[in-house]
């Protein structure tokens, strides 16, 4: 059994943090995809759902204008304003899912003594066809990268919510 897997109630709720890069492109799609997925199931309030970046450039930012306008083709708002990822994050959280392999590193890289080992996992991990386990960064290309990556987390997000739900309690 994964090592995060817990009862989920209302009063402790599951905690995600998805974390990127700059947190204005593939981790405020995660944010909005995955709270757009738990409002639509009725399963809002037992989650707590959140964005990071590793690095401070677009600290304050609302989610990238090629983000947004693919999400909401999709019928999915992203709510993120950027901030960057902190330590105090490893206890807050009961899941930090890192896009790509220079952010799990980088987080990592803030867990000195390998404390939370245990809660940084790979976005794709959950991903039914992870190719090289990154979601790939979109923030220079075209409106096609940011549709790639809305599907990669779409059916991340999917297998995510499917493996959490049966950890499910009433108080
Ligand atoms: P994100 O994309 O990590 O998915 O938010 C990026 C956003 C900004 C930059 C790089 C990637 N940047 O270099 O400013």
Known sequence: MPNYHRP????????IVFVC???????????????HKVKEKGLASYFYIDSAGTAAY????????????????????????????EYADFNEFDLILAMDAENYKNIKALDRNNRFEDKVKMMREFDPTPEDGNVPDPYYGGLQGFENVYQIINRSCDALLDELTPLIEDD
Not at 8 to 15: D, G, L, M, V, W
Not at 21 to 35: A, D, F, M, Q, V
Request: aromatic share 4%.
């Open 21 to 35: 890069l700059g947190n204005i492109c593939r981790s405020p799609t995660g944010e909005g995809l995955l709270l």
């Open 8 to 15: 989920i109630t209302k009063n402790n709720p599951f905690a």
């Open 58 to 85: 677009h600290v304050g930012e609302p989610a990238n204008s090629k983000s947004q306008a693919t999400a909401n083709n999709h019928g999915v708002h992203l709510p993120s304003k950027a901030r960057q990822f």
